[in-house]
């Protein structure tokens, strides 16, 4: 019953993803650009050491929720037919983005950490340019993830087909000059996906039970 139970509420760690993601982001609030001095960098570090620090690790904590969603979105996909490939390269997207957000929380702790020390006011400076830009794999991984989980969804089904469409014109919009608006209609399609998974897994399940005389 336990197991069922899980079984059911398990695509649910994808609103968990996205809900820590989009806080971390909007509590870390303004940050200083690439291009800002160092002085002001470290400054302003030294000023927030705690709260960013903080939030790395908050940030941290989605991975494993993201993990298990492209895990239960990768099982629907292949029940529903096909040979699983596009299934599977949904999955391989999720991980990548994983890493991304990794990659992501790695570099912001080490900016907050390195703004301690004096001595580390280059390195500073150094991590707060790659700071700025290092949203590449975590990006890139969301757009993989959406385009092939539409892609399947069309051909085999497991996802509303309008659904599926959307994801591939987030996939694809998420490659051109427009990519930090697919970012976030990508969470917001994780968002949707992880609420109908959940409902059509609680509905096969009751489905499944006997009726009780």
């Given at each position: 019953m336990q197991q069922d139970r899980w079984e059911r509420l398990a695509p649910l760690t994808g609103v968990i993803a996205v809900a820590i993601i989009v806080a971390v982001f909007a509590i870390g609030g303004e940050t200083p650009e690439p291009e800002d001095r160092a002085v002001k960098v470290r400054a302003y570090y030294i000023k927030h050491h705690d709260k960013h620090a903080a939030l790395a690790f908050i940030l941290a904590i989605a991975i494993p929720f993201l993990l298990f969603f492209v895990s239960s979105l990768r099982r629907d996909l292949r029940r529903a037919g096909g040979t699983g490939q596009l299934a599977n390269a949904a999955f391989a997207g999720g991980v990548l983005a994983a890493v991304g957000f990794g990659v992501l929380a790695?570099?912001?702790?080490?900016?907050?950490?390195?703004?301690?020390?004096?001595?580390?006011i280059t390195t500073t400076q150094t991590l707060n340019v790659l700071d700025g830009n290092d949203f590449i794999p975590a990006a890139a991984g969301i757009a993989v993830l959406v385009f092939a989980a539409g892609a399947s969804a069309i051909r085999h089904g497991g996802l509303p087909k309008w659904l599926g469409w959307v994801g591939i014109v987030i996939g694809v919009v998420a490659f051109t000059p427009a990519g930090f608006f697919a970012f976030l209609a990508g969470g917001l399609w994780v968002l949707i996906v992880s609420v109908l998974l959940t409902r059509s897994r609680s509905g096969a399940g009751s489905a499944a039970e006997p009726a009780v005389p």
């Open positions: 790695s570099v912001h702790l080490a900016l907050a950490e390195s703004a301690a020390h004096a001595r580390t």
